[in-house]
């Protein structure tokens, strides 16, 4: 028992051992004390028999109350559940100023370090205890063997042992460091109340009038009037001082060096180090870019920076070590400090991450912007690629869930990350801040509260981000925030203002609300609070209404989203509303138009057939489609499908998809008959559209689902009567549409995709298509008119509609480029594309993709041309988002990287070795750094192979030599010949086993 409850003090209320034990020890004292004491079962009687004892010693006012049954529970009547009302909480604007009827609140505040003692752990080595020269203890056992010995009673003293170095913390006060502030004030209550240093100071790193490097104590509003001082300052001729610079490196004093003669006058009178707070990827983008990337080595303990072994890591830097300022650089991430620290500890087989900088390099031009990402010119999709392309998975899940919350400040990001993402680091933070996402609601500067400045999504930037994130990340975020809020409340010591507003009052305001509340809060929590907060949570029970008292419709039209209502709230209420539908209520047949069109309004990509793991949204509209108004469900989606259109119609059409094949039997040969010719004589005839298009619709979900259970099931089994008539059918059926919206015309043609297998990397015709009707896929694919995905799939059918072989299935090319990086052959003999003659597919695909199409189906336009041989610039962004969407099977992946190295732009070659680079994610089983190798060998780009040989990863130095010797480009040889002089051994015995391998090749 005593095991569980520590256990449960540690990890729920986060005590320490010393905590944990003196809790302990209080409670048996207090349990002595109350044994003693004769009233003790007056203090232990709790707060509800005290009421009861209350009440019964009130005098009586005519009749006696009679006493209320007691009803537990599991006996409550489920029409008498009550209807909880809860508070919101909004975030505080930096005035403070709020209506009269807001009311303050202390909102627990989580940590922005995780997890502080394992970096206190990493810093072991420097927790060496010395000597003291300052102060003297009492040798007890020398002082009472002087006595024993020489009869003198006089005390001998030693000097007290005492931690080795003292830390002055240096922090850059530069604007771009202001959203750092709350990690750097934990930084320091770590660095000072661990015991790893014998004093810690922290300082202000800012400029004067005159653009000088000055330094002062304190950082923040509370040391604007501390007195100026010189860096000198910091110099301790005893070499126990330790430098910590804190800073991301962008500010002007560093682009223009003025900073860099205050380095070399503290790495050259004891140890320093810059802590950086953005990740490696960003390093190259501030001052540190223009310095040189080193390794250091100290064989002594607290060796002095400019006394440290430099070792380049790039081939190409002439380093200047006589002049050049040499400091170790590391984030706040456990193994970084960990190298650093056992570095300055002395361990000589140690060698830890640093920059070497010039003292005379050329000043940046202050105007200049560093963080490309912020160019005004780049459009949403871009932005959303670019992040992708470069950040961490963590940091991609980090942005979608803060496009899931109502409003984004930093407080809001450390209460989802310490709830939702217990991983991440504090470089997580800063990818998705410094990713071109982001822009703050209101102006920055030196005086501003970090903690109160709210932020956005760049337009079109939020709705992309939901879409690509897996519903289970995002849609519980306020929720799970609300959790920590109520199990906090009251009991943290850090907190950070918000502003508690009753419901009714917000709603009953004539003013709407920019932003919705991060989390809520209950009127028990609100009670335990007491004072005002309990006035709050006694005017909300009021409104806890027993929902007998209202009717069904009026209750659910309260709770459907309005036009107002921001995109993640609004599809997380029409979730609840379908689940309650889902029920059976007493509900008109308006009412449930209602919740099916508020529902449908609110779909993404991921509710789709097939979609993995099941969203909400999808297991509520089946819940739906069980119950007494699945026909009501399904008329109204046929309806908003056909008077929808591009990316809305698509995922209705999915939606309609799910809940129609739950129980519907799979095409065979057998069967196929019986199901296809009453749905084939429907479309033919003359009838509603509505009756059409679900005749298509039918048609699309019966050539789906074979295909759906095995990937490899082809559409081949069709008799060929049957066959021909299906597609004459369909294509009278597009060429007959009458209604502007072309919803009949959409069907047939995503019905056709299914038929001829387009969507799939290894397709082949099942039915070669003549002339006449190849016309008219290409007539679909020019009119502007026509829906968005219909265009696109049309594109797909005419690249798998001749017998010819598309460029993916014409040879393997991952084992191709696989034999090449063994060494099998020179990457010049691999198989050359046979590019397909259809010169009019080609120009109605190239005239299409590069009009304006949803992302996604731009995507299926873009395999369509790869598999014809043709590869333009605006193939890449389409064809890059399938590569890197782990929500695509493994085949569509690689054929879209085929294509994406036959491009061989310059933009695809960043892109991959970037992602040659990225830690592989152990939820995607693809191996995506694996494949992005692979990729560059298929290249093989001579500049990009000598820059990868030059990273000298492990594993991967004898392929990428291979490739290099064997590219037709005789530069590529030339290279790896200089390469057998090379400093590092693995890469000059590389090229030589390369050269050695080349002379058996048969060029």
Known sequence: MIDQLITALSKEVEMSAAEIADTIWLALQMQEFQAESVSSDLNLRTEDEREINNQ?????????????????????????????????????????????????????????LREPLTLARALKPLMRRVPSDRELVLDEAATIQRIADEGLWIPVLRPAVEPWLDLELVVDEAISMQIWRHTIRELEKLLKNYGIFRDVRVWGLITDENEQVQIRRGIGAAAKNQTLRSPKELIDPSGRRLVLVVSDCVSSLWRNGVVTPVLKLWAKQGSMAIVQ?????????????????????????????????????SFWDELEEETGVKVPVFTLEQDKVATWAQMLSGKGNIWTLGYLFKLNATPVNKDSSLFNLSHSDLSAEQRVQAFRVTASPMARKLAGLLASAPVISLPIVRLIRETLLKDSQQVHVAEVFLGGLLKPLSEINADTNPDYVQYDFMEGIRELLLDSVPSQYILNVVDEVSKYV???????????????????????????????CFATVTPKILRRLGGKYAKVAEDLEKFNVPTSDRSADDAILMQLPSDKTPAKEARTLAISALQYLAEEPDLKDEIVYQIIDAATNNLNDLDTVGSKPKTPMYEAFCAVMQSRFGQLCRNRLLQNYVQASNSRRN???????????TNSEILNAENATQILMPLLEKLSIFCSVEERVYAALRLVEAFYRPQGQNNSVKIDFLPNILLRKVVKVLLTAAEQETVDNYAVSTTVIWTLVWLTSAKTCYSYTTYTFADEELDLLRQVISNEKHDAFARSWSALILSVCTPEKTIFAQADWIYEWAVVADGGKPQRKLP?????????????MKNLICSYLPIKAKRYVAIALGRLGCFVPEMIDPLLQIFQDDMCIPDERDEALVYLVFTGDSQVISALMYGVKCPKDDTDKYDLPERCFLALIGIGNVDALKQQIELDIKNQINALAYALVGVANPLGRK???????????????????ALHTSTQWNF
């Open 277 to 313: 707070m953005l990740p490696k990827w960003l390093w190259k983008r501030t001052a540190l870019g223009r310095a040189s990337e080193v390794r250091l080595q100290g064989l002594t303990p607290g060796a002095c920076n400019q006394k440290l072994i430099a070792k380049e890591v």
């Open 975 to 993: 290279v790896l010949e200089s390469m057998k002089y090379h400093s590092k051994k693995e890469i000059r015995n590389a090229a030589i086993n």
């Open 832 to 844: 050359t594309i046979l590019h397909l003659n259809r010169p009019k597919d080609i120009e109605v």
């Open 56 to 112: 019964e010693s009130q005098p009586s006012q005519g009749t006696l109350p009679k006493p209320k049954p007691e009803i537990s529970e599991s006996e409550e009547t489920p029409n008498q559940s009550l209807e909880e009302q809860k508070a919101g909480i909004y975030p505080r604007n930096e005035q403070g100023s709020s209506k009269s009827s807001d009311l303050s609140f202390k909102v627990p505040d989580a940590p922005s």
């Open 651 to 661: 995922n209705i059409g999915l939606v309609f998809l799910n809940t129609e094949t």
């Open 486 to 516: 109520a199990k906090k409340a009251g009991l943290s010591l850090e907190d950070f203002a918000g502003v508690l507003k009753n419901p009714q009052q917000v709603g009953d305001s004539e003013i709407v609300e920019e932003t919705g």
